[in-house]
């Protein structure tokens, strides 16, 4: 992943963390309500105690084992992770720019594709000037690499 992708999930896991002690506080005001057993209150604050829990471990998981690339000290006109890839769409000439990074930090609508998406993975190993196919739900489609960057 890449140094930004690591920083958002460190400020994910320091937001779920502080969400912790208000999910024990509603546990504790829903426990004074009396029966707990039909308590939604005091349900619900448990399943989102459960929900924080499991993504907290989740995170921490992921955290533990990233190996963070820094695109800005690649180099060369070859497609790899981090890349940022500038395509002409052969059919249309429309020009579109993506970053290539780790699936956790893809938002395709902001140009960042997941280096598992068939788009990323036509584009990997490739260089300047090459054509690429990729089978999209409305047939293939190829693009020329126009230009490819590590920033």
Do not use: W
Not at 18 to 41: C, F, M, T
Not at 58 to 64: A, W
Not at 66 to 75: C, E, F, G, K, Q
Not at 112 to 125: D, E, H, M
């Amino acid at each position: 992943m890449t140094a930004q992708g690591l920083a958002d999930l460190e400020e994910e896991f320091k937001r779920l963390k502080e969400e912790r002690p208000v999910i024990s506080k509603a546990i504790g005001a829903a426990r004074e309500h009396g029966d707990l057993s039909e308590n939604a209150e005091y349900h619900a604050a448990k399943e989102r105690q459960g929900l924080v829990e499991a993504k907290l471990k989740e995170i921490e998981g992921i955290i533990s084992h990233a190996l963070v690339i820094d695109p800005s000290t690649l180099s060369g006109d070859t497609v790899k992770f981090g890349a940022t890839v500038m395509v002409v769409d052969e059919d249309t000439d429309e020009e579109s720019t993506y970053r290539i990074v780790g699936s956790r930090e893809a938002d395709a609508k902001n140009g960042s594709l997941s280096v598992t998406s068939p788009l990323a993975k036509a584009l990997i190993g490739k260089a300047i000037g090459d054509l690429v196919e990729v089978a999209t739900p409305k047939g293939h489609k190829f693009y020329e690499i126009a230009d490819v960057r590590f920033k």
